[in-house]
């Protein structure tokens, strides 16, 4: 069988632990390979290989690291297909979507090419008589990235490209469940140019994580997954005294109102909510429908959903590939079978006729969901879509508003000004205006609000490349030595 394993100062490194994990093709609930599962000392390996490659890296002219990014965006579009098919092969996603991740990913490193307008700093010129102040941007050292199953390709590519950039060098622990794609980055990158020792990868779980976060040579650690795990990430990160950015959970709002297409507005919920069967931080999960349309908006998505194609990623006519594990499926499967007894109403139950072989759920549609209700309070991840009936945008509002995530959010309607109060009015990271997943390009930054972001900081963009870096000022003066004097007074911008 297949085995996975680590990549570390630049080539492939057996795991030594005896531990592995199995590794599916979701489509057909096969394992395809094992991966190994890293140990503490494994860990420091990639750790000490990452600090010893920094000061040559960090010493490398800006120039030249965004000539490696130049290269780097060539290897990956060059490769973009056969990426793709690794996602397909371990993720389960169907090839279209896989190709939009990579192309998202690609965004991001096309931003990293920029790196040295990015960290051009200030400069004051005769601050004081004799004196010019200056600031710069350097980078951190060693950091970590710990990724999610659900990108594994555009995920990483979000933190090691403004990392590397930057002058960093990075260790990336990636999702178990999924390990290929990674390996084949970590590939790309060498030949890239990128010099051993600056990006490894670790596989691993728990015992990994927890090496990362208390690990007194990484000082930053960027994580995307659960909110759980995010909260746990960041308190024992910041305990150890690490930089820490932790994307969490989200539950999701498209908020539709009475003057609404309703045409346009079930096509964006039905993609947004089942598009990479659900697994999407960023998928819609809860439709909110103004009363006066709520039984056309209902009728109009459920009569979209006999058209979805659900079927193996490989197949280039599906539309929806399965989940990624067998015990993930049951759990989404949980929600729906749990909704009538809670008081909702299950309109399209997506366990009938779902595909035996492999980790398929068929999409379900849930109407009548108020707060309180499972499929309501809780991050389902999965093509489940709740509809929550509402008197107007007030009430609307106050609901996205009242709730714990704050990710993203989408309001559809034809009122500029409704528009524009929504976006004035609503406490969440990412807002869209008829476009149902509003994920910012590549300059700007990712991120939400609330229990959806620990830390201080969004992912990528901007403020991806001041996460990497931290500032330094410099106050300089070149003085005639014969007008030097002692001075106990406090200085004087004068």
């Not at 004051?124 to 594994?152: K, M």
């Not at 015990?327 to 909702?344: L, N, Q, S």
């Not at 993203?408 to 528009?419: K, M, N, Y």
Request: net charge negative; aromatic share 8%.
């Amino acid at each position: 069988m297949k085995r996975i394993s680590h990549w570390i100062d630049g080539k492939v490194v057996a795991g030594t632990s005896g531990r592995t994990g199995p590794v599916f093709d979701p489509a057909r609930g096969e394992q395809t390979a094992e991966v190994d599962l890293a140990t503490v000392a494994e860990v420091d390996a990639a750790v000490q290989a990452a600090k010893a490659a920094f000061p040559a890296w960090r010493a490398t002219s800006l120039s030249k690291r965004a000539e490696i990014m130049f290269r780097l965006r060539e290897l990956l579009d060059a490769n973009r297909k056969e990426i793709a098919s690794m996602l397909t092969a371990e993720h389960g996603k169907v090839l279209s979507d896989a190709l939009g991740e990579v192309a998202r990913g690609i965004e991001n490193v096309e931003f990293a090419c920029g790196v040295p307008h990015l960290l051009k700093g200030g400069f004051s010129e005769q601050a004081a008589t004799g004196v010019d102040v200056y600031s710069i941007r350097q980078p951190l050292g060693v950091v970590a990235g710990i990724t999610p199953f659900n990108f594994p390709a555009m995920v990483p590519m979000w933190m090691f490209a403004n990392a590397l950039a930057c002058g960093n060098t990075f260790v990336l622990k990636p999702s178990e469940k999924d390990p290929s794609v990674p390996m084949f980055l970590a590939e790309l990158l060498h030949n890239a140019g990128v010099p051993d020792g600056c990006f490894n990868v670790v596989q691993g779980d728990k015992e990994a994580v927890d090496a990362i976060l208390e690990h007194p040579d990484i000082a930053a650690v960027s994580f995307v997954g659960s909110t759980p795990i995010a909260k746990y990430i960041y308190e024992t990160g910041t305990a150890n005294s690490k930089r820490v950015q932790a994307l969490g959970g989200a539950k999701n709002h498209m908020l539709v109102l009475a003057d609404a297409d309703l045409d346009m507005a079930a096509d964006a919920a039905v993609s947004a909510a089942y598009g990479s069967a659900g697994e999407r931080c960023m998928a819609i999960s809860v439709v909110m429908a103004a009363e006066s349309i709520a039984d056309d908006l209902v009728a109009k998505i459920a009569e979209r959903i006999p058209n979805i194609n659900v079927g193996p990623g490989s197949d280039a006519a599906s539309e929806m590939g399965p989940l990624i594990t067998a015990e993930h499926r049951d759990k989404v499967a949980g929600y729906v079978d749990a909704a009538p007894g809670e008081g909702a109403k299950v309109v399209v139950d997506g366990r009938e006729g779902a595909q035996s072989d492999g980790f398929f759920l068929n999409p379900s549609l849930i109407d009548g969901v108020r707060p309180g209700m499972r499929c309501y309070d809780d991050e389902i991840f999965g093509p489940v879509l709740s509809v929550m009936r509402i008197s107007g945008y007030q009430e609307g509002v106050d609901m996205i508003n009242a709730s714990p995530y704050a990710n993203g959010t989408a309001l559809f309607t034809r009122d500029g000004g409704a528009a524009r109060q929504f976006q004035f009015d609503i406490q969440v990271g990412m807002v869209g205006i008829n476009v149902p997943i509003p994920v910012p390009v590549s300059y700007y930054s990712f991120g939400g609000w609330k229990s959806s972001l620990f830390g201080d900081t969004h992912m990528y963009g901007p403020e991806g490349i001041n996460f990497y870096t931290r500032g330094k000022v410099v106050t300089s003066r070149w003085p005639d030595p014969s007008t030097s004097s002692v001075d106990l007074g406090f200085p004087q911008n004068r």
